[in-house]
C-alpha cells in the first residue's frame, strides 16, 4: 500500500517568510510524528500526534514552529518567520497504533533551505 | 540520559564480507531498539526491531542485530555485504516512558566491489 507521503519534496525560502509542510501519513494510522535531520544536530524528535492531540510537544526549537493535525490524518508543520538555522530536512513517519512497540514508517521528507 | 551511540562514522568492508555497525544504548529500563537504513535523498526505511524475547533478530535484506543487555548493545549484522547495502544506517531507541525515537548520529557503510 502507500506509504507516508510529504510535500514539497523541497522548500526555498528568504529568511523571515513563512512556510507550511505537509504530511499524509499511512492510511489508518493513529500515531504521527515529525522529526528534523541537519547536518550539525543529527535526527531530533519535534512532535507527536495521537489522532488529532499532541501529547508531546516537547521536541518544538522555539514558538515559531507549530503543528496541527486534522481529521486523524493529515498533519501541518508551520514554521514562521524562518531563521538560516531552520534548513533541514523535516521528516515525517506514522505508526499504527498507540503502543511504544510500534514501528514506525518515515516519509521521503522536505528538504527546507532557507536562504 | 536516554541515549543511543554509534561510535564509528564510517564503516568499510568489501563486497561478500561479513559486516557489523555498531550500535550502544544507555541504560534506564527496557529499551525498544530499531535499525533504519537511508538511501541518498531518501527517508529512513526500517530494517529490524528488538523488542522481547530471542536476542538475535532477523529484518530485511539479510539483516539482522544482536541485543546484548549486558553490553547494552544492539549491533547490526549481514554475513555477506553487497555494494548495494552501502548507505548511512541509523539506530534508534525508545524507553518505555516515551513516545519518541531517539537515533544515534548514524554510520556510513560502504561496500567496495
Known amino acids: 500500500g502507500a506509504g507516508v507521503s510529504q510535500s514539497p519534496s523541497n522548500k526555498v525560502t528568504e529568511k523571515g517568510k513563512d512556510v507550511e509542510l505537509r504530511c499524509d501519513p499511512i492510511s489508518g494510522h493513529t500515531a504521527l510524528y515529525w522529526y528534523r535531520q541537519s547536518l550539525g544536530q543529527g535526527l531530533e524528535f519535534l512532535i507527536y500526534f495521537q489522532g488529532n492531540s499532541a501529547p508531546d510537544k516537547s521536541g518544538l526549537p522555539s514558538d515559531r514552529f507549530s503543528a496541527e493535525r486534522t481529521g486523524g490524518s493529515v498533519s501541518t508543520l508551520t514554521i514562521q518567520r524562518t531563521q538560516q538555522e531552520d534548513s533541514a530536512v523535516y521528516l515525517c513517519a506514522s505508526s499504527s497504533g498507540t503502543h511504544r512497540t510500534d514501528t514506525q514508517y518515515f516519509g521521503p521528507g522536505t528538504r527546507l533551505t532557507v536562504l | 540520559a536516554q541515549s543511543v551511540a554509534q561510535p564509528e562514522d564510517q564503516v568499510n568492508v568489501a563486497e561478500g564480507n561479513p559486516l557489523t555497525v555498531k550500535c550502544t544504548y544507555s541504560v534506564s529500563g527496557n529499551p525498544y531498539l530499531f535499525w533504519y537504513v537511508q538511501y541518498p535523498n531518501r527517508g529512513l526505511q526500517f530494517l529490524l526491531k528488538?523488542?522481547?524475547?530471542?536476542?538475535l533478530v532477523k529484518g530485511s535484506y539479510g539483516f539482522e542485530a544482536e541485543f546484548n543487555k549486558s553490553q547494552t548493545s544492539f549491533h547490526l549484522k549481514k554475513p555477506s555485504a553487497l555494494v548495494s547495502d552501502s548507505a548511512l544506517y541509523f539506530c534508534?531507541?525508545?524507553?518505555?516512558?516515551?513516545?519518541?525515537?531517539?537515533f544515534g548520529t548514524g554510520t556510513r557503510l560502504q561496500v567496495f566491489p
Open positions: 528488538y523488542i522481547t524475547g530471542d536476542n
Open positions: 534508534a531507541v525508545r524507553y518505555f516512558n516515551t513516545d519518541k525515537l531517539i
